[in-house]
């Protein structure tokens, strides 16, 4: 079976995609690379988000919520990320590196070049990461489907920083990761297989970000071993409240760091 990456040129210095893709090249012996590039001096991170909202025109509330709260997604974003990545790197992995020169660059997410790109490779599956929102023209190329891995379980919980909302909304049944098929709406195709995380005492964010990544790649490998051996299914939708969420603002950081010294380090615990 032929597994196809569609990512962005950051992939090679992403730490959770190099750990995915040792885990798929290895299981499925080798993985093509399809690459979006980034657009010269594209903004990223809080300040790009926030310009995003700016240009579509989001309200005043929510455009004031991250424009205020930059310095602290700054400092403490950035700080929880660094520790959060660290982790993740320390997690065993196969001996398996993507390589930059051997991926297929293009300028669009959904355009006639990605288009062109993907269908070259001819995959049975595709697995996004960090490409962008994808059109029906790109999920639709394999014939067994493009993946996602979600870091959060959906739909009870889509959209960004699925983690940090778990913490402040105290939801541990929130926390793991979903394999879905990618289809046209945002966190919301067919549900392949979840891996829950249960929160242990103490947890802190960078340790929850590392244990659902660790789970969701091993159910990713699964997923696409059972779609290997021709197995087609879906799984029911984890129920209950669903909600979409979107940037997490650095004050909400703040006040997470306040609970967690308050509370001795306990940010969540496991239900029951």
């Known amino acids: 079976m032929r597994v196809v990456f569609f990512t962005s040129d950051r992939f090679s210095r992403n730490e959770v995609f190099r750990y995915m893709y040792a885990h798929v090249a290895a299981a499925c012996g080798g993985a093509p690379i ?83 790109a993907l269908q070259a490779l001819r995959p049975d599956v595709i697995v996004q990461f960090d490409a962008g929102i994808l059109r029906r023209q790109v999920f639709g190329i394999p ?24 913490l402040w909304e105290r939801e541990p049944g929130w926390l793991g990761a979903t394999i879905h098929h990618i289809d ?13 995380v249960t929160p242990s005492p103490g947890d802190a964010y960078p340790d929850l970000f590392a244990r659902v990544y660790e789970a969701g790649v091993a159910q ?26 979107t940037t997490f603002p650095g004050w909400r950081l703040a006040l997470l760091e306040v609970r967690r010294k308050s509370s001795g380090g306990a940010l969540i615990t496991a239900p029951g």
């Open 34 to 116: 399809v690459a979006v590039r980034r657009p010269p001096g594209a903004p990223g991170g809080p300040l790009g988000r926030l310009r995003k909202k700016l240009r579509a025109g989001a309200g005043p509330l929510g455009v004031l919520e991250l424009a205020a709260s930059y310095p602290l997604q700054r400092t403490l974003g950035r700080r929880n990320d660094r520790l959060a990545l660290a982790a993740v790197g320390a997690l065993p992995r196969p001996d398996v590196e993507p390589d930059p020169e051997e991926a297929a660059y293009v300028d669009t997410v959904n355009g006639p070049d990605a288009v062109a």
């Open 143 to 166: 014939p067994l489907g493009t993946l996602n891995l979600h870091p959060g379980i959906a739909p009870l919980i889509r959209g960004r920083n699925p983690i940090y909302w778990a």
């Open 184 to 196: 046209a709406g945002i966190d919301t195709g067919p549900v392949l297989a979840y891996a829950p």
């Open 220 to 245: 990713l490998v699964s997923t696409l071993r059972r779609l290997e051996r021709g197995e087609r299914w879906r799984v029911e939708p984890a129920r209950g409240r669903s909600v979409y969420r």
